[in-house]
């Protein structure tokens, strides 16, 4: 269901005034889909495991979406039930001073995920072809030579990040990327509701305010972002975001749909190790 309904060709024009953040398919109401994704959590147990003992492939989870769109409500809800040991999640804030003094994937090159592990990136390195191309005053602090800030820059940027993800592809790494769309006016409300209760009042930054008065120019920006960087091996999947509850179950669908095609089993044990163990049994019983 999710891999067809949500999922960008590279073949076909991208629209996001095509997607409705507000969709929840055959599923009425938060209740109404609880117990799919209860199975699908279920699922998603089992082929972590078997992904994790196999040990052959990494999975690549990549989250970006405007602020209150629910990337964190995502990750916690769709990854809980998973064996911590073989999750990693990463969350990319601002670059340090360290990190400024590398390319731009450098950061995030650093924390991809093991062979049989499933790495999650909390936004990533397409913040680079995001928030910085919609304030160009970031990237004057990266210290690129002159020579090398040209218009064609995030060009070669979307150029560069298809390069890095057919590479990681082709050495094993699955990656799946997801944009949570999210409505104008769904997000005001969550804004809203960080102010009036005060457990959320954390959640809560001025910034948040003024990037939204950016709206229509990040909506252009991830329009032709996910465009440019959607393939065959790296999709990207638009997933509605205006009710949380509908979210976490069509991301579940994904990477349970992403991992059953990957044939994962736990390794066959051979004839020598069978005979071990029969060893090890006969010592056990024998007190």
């Given amino acids: 269901m999710a891999e067809d309904r949500f999922r960008v060709r590279p073949d076909r024009k991208f629209r996001l005034e095509d997607h409705d953040p507000g969709f929840t398919g055959r599923f009425e109401s938060k209740e109404d889909g609880k117990r799919h994704l209860e199975e699908g959590l279920a699922k998603l147990r089992d082929l972590q495991e078997k992904l994790y003992a196999q040990d052959q492939w990494a999975v690549l989870l990549i989250f970006q979406a405007m602020d209150a769109a629910g990337k964190d409500s995502v990750i916690e809800h769709v990854m809980s039930g998973v064996n911590p040991q073989g999750c990693q999640v990463f969350s990319f804030k601002a670059p340090s001073a360290e990190e400024l003094d590398h390319d731009f994937l450098w950061r995030t090159t650093r924390c991809l995920p093991e062979r049989g592990r499933i790495g999650v990136f909390n936004r990533s390195y397409y913040e680079e072809v995001l928030v910085v191309r919609v304030h160009p005053q970031i990237l ?148």
């Avoid at 094993?172 to 804004?191: A, C, D, H, M, P």
């Avoid at 009042?201 to 960087?229: G, H, L, P, S």
């Fill in 140 to 287: 004057a602090k990266q210290k690129l030579p002159p020579a090398l800030v040209t218009d064609r820059i995030w060009k070669e940027r979307y150029e560069d990040i298809g390069a890095f993800e057919r590479y990681l592809s082709r050495n094993g790494t699955v990656i799946r990327k997801f944009f949570l769309n999210v409505s104008k006016e769904e997000q005001r409300e969550r804004f809203l509701a960080r102010l009036d209760q005060p457990e959320k009042n954390w959640k809560f930054a001025a910034a948040d305010v003024e990037e939204r008065r950016q709206w229509d120019e990040y909506m252009k920006t991830y329009e032709e972002m996910i465009e440019a960087t959607t393939s065959e091996e790296a999709p990207w999947f638009v997933i509605p975001a205006d009710h949380k509850w509908f979210t976490r179950l069509a991301v579940a669908d994904v990477i349970v749909e992403t991992m059953q095609e990957l044939d994962l089993h736990f390794p066959e044990v051979s004839e020598a190790q069978r005979q071990e163990l029969q060893r090890a049994r006969a010592l056990l019983e024998g007190g």
